[in-house]
């Protein structure tokens, strides 16, 4: 019942830019809080933003003043603008509700984000 595509993934030098899209389930876009996680190879799947319903941000110390999150209610999209790309920023790139369990919750395939130096 619930739809999470993610897109706008690539191959990018550092420096560069790319705009990530999150087309969600109307079910799962009202929930308050939609962010964005990432997860590279041997780590973590970790947090790197979120956004609420009032429009509030939020941002990992490692992205902050690069990355911004943005969220179209027309649309049922959440994006990610992300900036200054640095190596370290290479991960699958996933969309979901901020309490998503990584064990339990549906997820879907994610897009490749891939900085080269």
């Known amino acids: 019942q619930v739809q999470l595509v993610e897109s706008g993934g690539g191959l990018v030098q550092a420096g560069g830019s790319l705009r990530l899209s999150c087309l969600a389930s109307g079910y799962i876009f009202r929930i308050n809080r939609m962010g964005w996680f990432r997860q590279a190879p041997g780590k973590q799947r970790e947090l790197v933003a979120f956004i609420t319903s009032s429009g509030g941000t939020n941002y990992a110390d490692s992205v902050k003043g690069r990355f911004t999150i943005s969220r179209d209610y027309a649309k049922n999209t959440v994006a990610l603008q992300m900036n200054s790309l640095k190596p370290e920023d290479t991960a699958v790139y996933y969309c979901?509700?901020?309490?998503?369990?990584?064990?339990?919750?549906?997820w879907g395939q994610g897009t490749q984000v891939t900085v080269s130096s």
């Open positions: 979901n509700k901020v309490s998503a369990s990584v064990e339990y919750d549906y």
